[in-house]
């Protein structure tokens, strides 16, 4: 079975810093790869995906993520963080079962930005 | 107006009883699905439906039930009602030609006493 980790559950940096969240999954076939943000009180926001084609993919508000099959990593990174940008934020992993996809996601980590 | 829409955002409930959390959508998608979300367990998967006649259960179906009453409909039910179904509950959609791109509710907070 699929599974996705993500090892840091909280993560603090300054406004202005760099990111980057890790994302490791397992499984047998290329995966189907996916960022989420949750701000508070609200839903899962699609920062980024990945399919196929270019490992390096642009996500919204400036976020982007590399695939990397030789680590089974997706990490998510941002070269300037916002105070916005504290928040939850969830990688998945899409797989095909019975002719549907069916994500799996990882218990999530909690950005807190200092100003 | 929003895409995805969850009634009731939150819902105060005692034990036993059984409660319906309901799930709209206007974005002409196919597949519905519903989550549990747990500190510190992220998101699990509770049931899932890809068309109006097809209902499959996910990792954590136990203790509930889903109707999709039509496309855009898709309720589910805890039959009875425990503690350790309080949750933030999510609803989600996908359609065939993007399966494999989920959009959520904003979610349905409940309590169970």
């Known amino acids: 079975a699929q599974s996705v980790t993500q090892p840091d559950i909280h993560i603090t940096v300054s406004e202005g810093a760099s990111l980057e969240l890790r994302c490791n999954y397992s499984?047998?076939?290329?995966?189907?790869l996916f960022w989420y943000v949750q701000s508070p009180g609200q839903g899962l926001q699609l920062l980024l995906k990945?399919?196929?084609?270019?490992?390096l993919v642009q996500g919204i508000k400036g976020f982007e993520a590399e695939f990397k099959r030789s680590q089974s990593s997706f990490n998510l990174r941002k070269p300037s963080v916002h105070w916005s940008d504290a928040a939850e934020y969830f990688c998945a992993v899409g797989v095909f079962t019975g002719g549907g996809n069916k994500l799996t996601f990882g218990t999530g980590t909690q950005l807190k930005v200092e100003l | 107006d929003a895409d995805v829409t969850q009634t009731p955002r939150n819902r105060i409930t005692k034990t036993g009883k059984r409660i319906m959390l309901e799930c709209s959508q206007t974005?002409?998608?196919?597949?519905m699905y519903w989550y549990r979300q747990d500190p510190g367990l992220g998101l699990r998967l509770i049931y899932y439906s890809f068309d109006v006649k097809d209902i499959n259960k996910g990792e954590i179906s136990d203790g509930y039930s889903v109707s999709r009453q039509a496309q855009a409909k898709f309720s589910l039910s805890l039959e009875s009602a425990i503690p350790n179904q309080t949750a933030l509950y999510f609803c989600?959609?996908?359609?065939?030609?993007?399966?494999?791109?989920?959009?959520f509710g904003p979610g349905t907070r409940l309590l169970v006493l």
């Open positions: 990945y399919f196929s084609g270019d490992t």
């Open positions: 974005k002409g998608h196919d597949r």
């Open positions: 499984y047998g076939a290329t995966p189907y």
């Open positions: 989600a959609t996908s359609e065939t030609r993007d399966q494999e791109t989920q959009y």
